[in-house]
């Protein structure tokens, strides 16, 4: 019962929960991993600052927010992101420059003349090392 101490990483409920970047057809932005939570990136986003400054806000709202007032999420209903790929990369032992580089090489690989989604992983992949650099992961 220690929801006012999100940052405690002894807390097994808490752990069980992470804010994903999620990129589909139809929706950009951060969800719950265990309900249908969701923040979505407005359109208007192009200034660096600005989507930081939207990160902040998600990832507070994602802190207060309670799963159980959301319907749970379905499984499988969108696909990998490429942030995701990057942060299984990153906990495999890889830097997260390294990690970004090696997705973007993997996803030309997978997708070869396929710009828009090479376009894509490279700009998911300047976003999380902004991020990170905002102390934001
Ligand atoms: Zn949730």
Known sequence: ??????????????????????????????????????????????????????????AANFRNHDCADHRPRMASTRGESFTLRIRKLVAHGYKPKDAVELMIQEVAMESPNQPKILTQAKAEGEDFLRRLKAGLI
């Open 1 to 58: 019962m220690d929801d006012r101490n999100p940052q405690s990483p002894s807390s097994p409920e808490k752990s069980s929960r992470e804010i994903l970047w999620t990129v589909d057809r139809t929706f950009q932005g951060w969800t719950c991993s265990q309900c249908e939570w969701n923040y979505p990136l407005p359109t208007l986003l192009s200034d660096p600052e600005a989507k930081t400054a939207y990160d902040r806000l998600a």
